[in-house]
Nanobody, 123 residues
């Protein structure tokens, strides 16, 4: 059974940093592209970042480019999202997801999702 468990969310002041983790089990993690998405109440999930399993290519939403970094440790079956210079508009539930596709185009290409972790940016 595939399971993704996020951790590392919390309350942080504007300008602060957080590192989210996503621990995967039940699959050969190194063969899956990892994505991070976020969602605020009343809206659909928005793409944040992804890291391709085949060539390691990373992709970011324009709103987080230069502030967020996605990485993965295949030996630990874990993905990370380093978030710096956080802004109030980054407040959301963050989800990790995995796809068996190289360069998935949108959230529908990710069949497996974690339960999410809340990130709140507020003074």
């Amino acid at each position: 059974q595939v399971q993704l468990v996020e951790s590392g969310g919390g309350l942080v002041q504007p300008g602060g940093s957080l590192r989210l983790s996503c621990a995967a089990s039940g699959l050969r993690f190194r063969l899956y592209t990892v994505g991070w998405f976020r969602q605020v109440p009343g809206k659909g999930s928005d793409f944040v970042a992804s890291k391709d399993y085949r060539d390691g290519r990373t992709k970011y939403a324009d709103s987080v480019t230069g502030r967020f970094t996605i990485s993965r440790d295949n030996d630990k079956n874990t993905a990370y999202l380093e978030m710096n210079n956080l802004k109030p508009e980054d407040t959301a539930v963050y989800y990790c997801a995995i796809s068996g596709r190289s360069r998935p185009s949108d959230s529908s290409d990710y069949p497996y999702w974690g339960q999410g972790t809340q990130v709140t940016v507020s003074s």
